[in-house]
């Protein structure tokens, strides 16, 4: 039986290794084992984070979108085996051989987004120059055939983004309100545009030269326009890692695509299987989240049923964490 007090204990001695900034919670079986809110949401107005602070979540966005696809297939709105083009007609530059799988997969060949250099500089110019972010990504280079490597590409979930808004004729942040969010009762839960007022929502911050500062927002979120990444709470989140053992959006045998291996690559120098939205190893699945200024991470254990949701609003390395809980949680 997991020790309630021995995780606590731990995570204190975390804490006093790693100042912490942002919140915190494990959960089995749909019990909270331990939650908490570490440093600022504000560092300048010194206002404190708390459990129902909003972060930006960044790359675990990736997971909604993966489950938006899933129930959009369910209700044979798409087809996973079918051409982007078929449904956005702007897409049909790319690869004839890419499918949805592809894109889901990081199988598809195209160039992440993030790896363009200078890419703020890049997107300030596309901006000036009045042109478009999914003309932009159509056009990056293929950098091997589609289905015949894995690697890590935000590009294909970012055109995921765009194909689903064409087929449901919504706003990505109403489709994903309404395919997703609104179903599970995420309602702290939504669209993040940095610019725009969003009460409860945390700064992000970085350290410069050993003082911490204001961080920058995502390099794409210039383009308000386009279909961007979530924010969430960890009480939110908490809920969505609920639905992952109990299925109430799709049925069993389409969210087992989500956990099943589609690819194979390596990520920060370990191999990695990858389904939809997932990172899966042996014993765990996860997908972390990195931008300036925040980092987020989901991590479970199916087997235990156990869920580890973690939501920084300063960058910093989850291991220490998890190396310190993972041993409590599978003894």
């Given at each position: 039986?997991?020790?309630?007090?021995?995780?606590?204990?731990?995570?204190e001695?975390?804490?006093?290794d790693?100042?912490?900034s942002?919140?915190?919670?494990?959960?089995q079986?749909?019990?909270?084992?331990?939650?908490?809110?570490?440093g600022?949401?504000?560092?300048?107005?010194?206002?404190?984070?708390?459990?129902?602070?909003?972060?930006?979540?960044?790359?675990?966005?990736?997971?909604?979108?993966?489950m938006?696809?899933?129930?959009?297939?369910?209700q044979?709105?798409i087809?996973?085996q079918?051409?982007p083009?078929?449904?956005?007609?702007?897409?049909?530059?790319?690869?004839q051989?890419?499918?949805?799988?592809?894109?889901?997969?990081?199988?598809?060949?195209?160039?992440?987004?993030?790896?363009?250099?200078?890419?703020?500089?890049?997107?300030?110019?596309?901006?000036?120059?009045q042109?478009?972010?999914l003309?932009?990504?159509?056009?990056?280079?293929?950098?091997?055939?589609?289905g015949?490597?894995w690697r890590?590409?935000?590009?294909?979930?970012?055109?995921?983004?765009?194909?689903?808004?064409?087929?449901t004729?919504?706003?990505?942040?109403?489709?994903m309100?309404?395919?997703?969010?609104?179903?599970?009762?995420?309602?702290?839960?939504?669209?993040?545009?940095?610019?725009?007022?969003?009460?409860?929502?945390?700064?992000?911050h970085?350290?410069e030269?050993?003082e911490?500062?204001?961080?920058?927002?995502?390099?794409?979120?210039?383009?308000?326009e386009?279909?961007?990444?979530?924010?969430?709470?960890?009480?939110?989140?908490k809920?969505?890692?609920?639905?992952m053992?109990?299925?109430?959006?799709?049925?069993?045998?389409?969210?087992?695509?989500?956990?099943?291996?589609?690819?194979?690559g390596?990520?920060?120098?370990?191999?990695?299987?990858?389904?939809?939205?997932?990172f899966?190893?042996?014993?765990?699945?996860?997908?972390?989240?990195?931008?300036q200024?925040?980092?987020?991470?989901?991590?479970?254990?199916?087997?235990?049923?156990?869920?580890?949701?973690?939501?920084?609003?300063?960058?910093?390395?989850?291991?220490?964490?998890?190396?310190?809980?993972?041993?409590?949680?599978?003894?």
């Amino acid at each position: 039986m997991i020790s309630e007090k021995r995780l606590a204990l731990a995570l204190e001695q975390v804490e006093k290794d790693h100042p912490l900034s942002g919140a915190l919670l494990i959960a089995q079986d749909g019990n909270v084992l331990f939650e908490k809110a570490y440093g600022f949401a504000s560092r300048q107005l010194q206002v404190p984070n708390v459990l129902e602070t909003k972060f930006h979540i960044a790359s675990v966005t990736k997971m909604f979108i993966a489950m938006a696809a899933l129930v959009l297939s369910e209700q044979g709105q798409i087809s996973l085996q079918e051409k982007p083009c078929h449904y956005l007609p702007e897409l049909a530059v790319l690869d004839q051989h890419i499918t949805l799988h592809h894109l889901l997969s990081h199988t598809s060949g195209l160039q992440d987004i993030y790896d363009i250099p200078n890419l703020r500089f890049e997107m300030q110019r596309l901006k000036n120059e009045q042109g478009d972010l999914l003309s932009y990504l159509v056009k990056l280079p293929q950098l091997f055939q589609p289905g015949e490597g894995w690697r890590y590409s935000s590009t294909g979930y970012i055109l995921m983004g765009y194909l689903l808004e064409k087929v449901t004729g919504l706003s990505f942040d109403e489709l994903m309100k309404r395919h997703v969010l609104t179903p599970l009762g995420m309602t702290n839960t939504g669209l993040d545009r940095p610019r725009r007022i969003n009460l409860g929502r945390a700064y992000g911050h970085s350290v410069e030269n050993g003082e911490v500062v204001h961080a920058d927002n995502d390099r794409l979120s210039i383009f308000e326009e386009a279909p961007g990444e979530l924010y969430s709470t960890v009480q939110d989140l908490k809920t969505w890692c609920d639905a992952m053992f109990t299925c109430p959006l799709v049925s069993p045998h389409t969210l087992e695509l989500m956990f099943s291996s589609h690819g194979q690559g390596s990520m920060w120098g370990i191999s990695w299987q990858y389904g939809y939205g997932w990172f899966l190893a042996p014993g765990f699945r996860m997908h972390g989240g990195g931008t300036q200024g925040f980092c987020s991470l989901i991590r479970q254990y199916p087997e235990q049923k156990v869920s580890i949701v973690v939501l920084l609003n300063s960058y910093m390395d989850t291991y220490p964490i998890i190396s310190a809980v993972e041993p409590l949680l599978l003894n």
